[in-house]
């Protein structure tokens, strides 16, 4: 079992930036981020290989980067350009089975 523990979440205005963190504590073929708002089924965001192959949803292409730092284990989704929309609980997922906590993103003037 490898736990995941997801950091840096918070409040941001519209167009800012944040960096948000996903910790694991063993190996990860595939480190993923999700997004969930209430009432709303969760939404894959962005995933990152072991070999650092990257996809995202197109709704945050072009804004969204997700990098690996395989010295700490961590995995790492820079969001640039931020809209309300982006308000969500973000989800840590390693290898399908491993789920975090969450770290809330909130874009509010």
């Known amino acids: 079992q490898v736990q995941v523990v997801e950091s840096g979440g918070g409040l941001v205005q519209p167009g800012g930036s944040l960096r948000i963190s996903c910790a694991a504590s063993?190996?990860?073929?595939?480190t993923s981020w999700y997004r969930q708002t209430p009432g709303k089924e969760r939404k894959w965001v962005a995933e990152?290989?072991?070999?650092?192959?990257?996809r995202y949803a197109d709704s945050v292409k072009g804004r969204f980067s997700i990098f690996r730092d395989d010295v700490n284990d961590t995995v790492y989704l820079q969001m640039n350009s931020l809209k309300s929309e982006d308000t969500a609980m973000y989800y840590c997922?390693?290898?399908?089975?491993?789920w975090g906590q969450g770290t809330q993103v909130t874009v509010s003037s």
């Open positions: 063993g190996y990860a073929s595939f």
């Open positions: 990152i290989s072991r070999r650092g192959r990257t």
């Open positions: 997922n390693v290898d399908g089975d491993n």
